[in-house]
Each structure stands twice: as C-alpha cells, then as structure tokens.
C-alpha cells in the first residue's frame, strides 16, 4: 500500500513549490494547477533521497526570536554599508577571518553562513574541509576578536540551542 508520505514526502514544499508555479505563470488556470500540482509532486519525490536529514528544532521561540534578530541585523547593516559606502574619505579596512566553528551539523553551519551571507558587509567565503572552521570576508573590521565573539553570541550560539546540536 502507497501511504501519503510516501507519494508526498514534504508536503509543506510541495504547496510552495505549486504557489511559486502559479506566481511565475501568473494564470490560475486549470492547466495550469493540473502542471503545477504535478511538479510540485514530481520534484521533492524525486529529490528528497537526496537531502540531508534536518536536525529537529527543539526551541520554536528561539527560532522566532532569531529570525528577527536577523532581520533586524540586515536592516541595521545596510545603513552601516551606506554610511561606509556615502563617505568616502572613511578608510575601509576589509579583512578575512577564520571563524572556529562550535556546530557540528551541516544544515546549521549551513544556515549559520547564509545568515552572514545575508548580513550586508559580511560574506561566508569558504568552510574547511574538515567543517572546523569559516572563512568569512568582512567589509570594515576593527577588531577580529570582537567580531568572531559577536557573531558567535548573536547566530551561533541561538542556533545551537534552537536545534540542540
């Protein structure tokens, strides 16, 4: 017997996946839902064997609180970059630093470099082989150590207790 999870591993992804379909086609048409549903069953059917398993969030909250938190950092740092950008006699002192990593897991550092990735004048260049440490660009650095122990109170450390890694 086909059970449901089997046919539609992720269904959360497949109703995104079908909503993108239709904003990309702009047409609510049956053809349309009928191409869309198939995709958005056909795709992670045919993909999901090849993911990585996610860690399970253990602190929904924290989550919350770091999504916003994020997003506040990337509002804030935009106007640092334009202010750094606006006056060009400020001297930029651009560095790149190893960051030594605490996670473990994939998907967190995975989600720890896109989130400094997102935050403008900071860029996740390279992870070690060995998934020890980050290589990260920053755009204006007065102190290194500083910045290593910002970004490990203000991401790494909410994520870890987020996914309990």
Partial sequence: MITP????PT????ILLLLVWLLLVRSYAFGQ???GGALAILIPLLTH???DARPRISNPMMLLRFGLRVLGDIVTANFEVAYL????????????IEYPLMLEERFTITLLASTISLTP???????????????IHALNVDDE???????????????KEIYEC
């Fill in 85 to 96: 950008i606006a006056n060009p006699w400020r001297k930029l002192k651009p560095h790149f």
């Fill in 121 to 135: 004048g900071t860029v996740s260049a390279n992870l070690r082989m060995d998934g020890k440490s980050l290589l």
């Fill in 11 to 14: 269904p959360v992804l497949s």
């Fill in 145 to 159: 150590e500083a910045l290593i122990e910002q970004i490990r109170e203000r991401y790494e450390r909410p994520l």
């Fill in 5 to 8: 999870r089997k046919w539609l």
């Fill in 49 to 51: 064997r090849f993911w």
């Fill in 33 to 35: 839902l009928v191409l």
